[in-house]
C-alpha cells in the first residue's frame, strides 16, 4: 500500500528503525536509497524491518550519494545477510543513462530477491516490458511521477503498480508560508489504478548531500482534513528571526512555540502521535535534539498519521 521512499541519510535510516512494527502493522513498505558508504545504519534498519516481520525495498545501483558509482556493496549485503528474508526486495533504479539490456542485467542478477523496478527517468518502456515477457501481480514496478507519465506506465499495466508522488516542495526555511496542502494520492490512488502509492515524506524528492546554514529553522507537519474530502496539508512552522545562521536551539523553541499554539487548540486536526508527544515533551524541557532529529520526528509523524489514516478506513 504506501511506500515512502528515503534516502539512507542517518535520520531518515533512524526513523525506518523506529517506525518498522508500524510499518508492519499497517502492511507498509519502505523503498530506502542508500546514500553512505557506511552500512551499519542500513543493517540496523533493515534488521529492525526483519524483526517486526516487515517488508522493505533496497535499491542495489544508487542514484545519489556515496555509492552512486557502485552498488556492488549493497548486493553483496543483500546476499550475505538477507537472502533468506522474503521481507527484503531488491530495488532496480530505472534512470535515463540506463539501457534496456542493463537493466535486464541488473534485474536478472538480483532474481533470487524479489526484484522490483523503480521507475525514475528510464526511455525505453516498451522495450523494457516486450523483454520481461508475459506480466503478473508477482511483478512489482514503482513509478516516480515526475518522471514517468500515463503512457509509460501503461507498458506495465498486468503487474501490481505504485505511483510515488512528491508532495513536498523543497524551499529555503525563512519562504513557506504556514499551511499547503500536500497530496490526495493517499485517498485516491485506486483511482489512479495503482495497487499502492508512496511519497518522498516531509523531505521531497531534491537531494543534497548536506544542509545548508540554519537562517530559519521550520518544522514541518502533516494531517489529514476529513473536511476536505481526506486531503493531506503540510504545517511550516517557522522561526521569528531569519536573518542570520545563528542560534539555531533558540528558532527551534521560536518555531515549536508556534506549532504548540496551533496543535492545542481545539479545532486542531493535527493527530497526537508519539512524535507529537515527543514534541511536547522537548517544549516542556526547553530542549533543542538537533536539526536531524526534528526532522526525524516530522517524518515519524506522518508516517503514523497515514497509518491512522488506513486503520480508520479499513
Known amino acids: 500500500m504506501y511506500h515512502p521512499y528515503f534516502r539512507g541519510k542517518q535520520f531518515e535510516l533512524l526513523c525506518i528503525r523506529e517506525m518498522a512494527p508500524t510499518f508492519q502493522e499497517a502492511d507498509f513498505c519502505p523503498i530506502i536509497e542508500p546514500v553512505k558508504n557506511v552500512l551499519g545504519g542500513l543493517n540496523r534498519a533493515l534488521d529492525a524491518v526483519a524483526e517486526a516481520g516487515g517488508r522493505a525495498i533496497v535499491i542495489v ?53 524479489s526484484p522490483v523496478l523503480i521507475h525514475a527517468g528510464f526511455g525505453e518502456a516498451r522495450k523494457l516490458a516486450e523483454a520481461l515477457g508475459k506480466q503478473t501481480d508477482e511483478q512489482c514496478n514503482v513509478f516516480l511521477e515526475n518522471y514517468c507519465g500515463k503512457l509509460y506506465q501503461k507498458h506495465f499495466s498486468g503487474t501490481r503498480r505504485i505511483l510515488i508522488r512528491d508532495g513536498f516542495e523543497r524551499k529555503r526555511n525563512r519562504d513557506y508560508e504556514l499551511l499547503e496542502r500536500f497530496s490526495d494520492l493517499h485517498a485516491t490512488f485506486e483511482d489512479e489504478g495503482m495497487s499502492g502509492f508512496g511519497d518522498f515524506l516531509i523531505v521531497g524528492d531534491d537531494y543534497s548531500e548536506t544542509g545548508g546554514p540554519a537562517y530559519a529553522v521550520a518544522i514541518h507537519l502533516t494531517f489529514i482534513d476529513p473536511d476536505d474530502d481526506d486531503s493531506m496539508w503540510i504545517y511550516h512552522f517557522v522561526s521569528e528571526r531569519r536573518d542570520t545562521p545563528t542560534d539555531p536551539a533558540g528558532k527551534f523553541a521560536e518555531a515549536l512555540e508556534k506549532m504548540i499554539r496551533v496543535i492545542d487548540k481545539r479545532t486542531s486536526k493535527v493527530l497526537e502521535t508519539s512524535a507529537v508527544k515527543e514534541f511536547r515533551d522537548l517544549h516542556r524541557q526547553g530542549h533543542f535534539p538537533g536539526l536531524g532529529y526534528i526532522k526525524k520526528l516530522s517524518m515519524n509523524h506522518h508516517v503514523e498519521t497515514l497509518a491512522d489514516y488506513f486503520q480508520k478506513t479499513a
Open 61 to 113: 545501483n544508487p542514484h545519489h550519494g556515496e555509492l552512486s558509482d557502485s552498488g556492488t556493496p549493497l548486493s553483496n549485503l543483500l546476499k550475505e545477510r538477507y537472502l533468506n528474508l522474503p521481507g527484503v526486495s531488491a530495488g532496480i533504479l530505472l534512470k535515463q543513462s540506463m539501457s534496456t539490456s542493463e537493466a535486464l542485467r541488473c534485474y536478472r542478477d538480483h532474481k533470487s530477491h
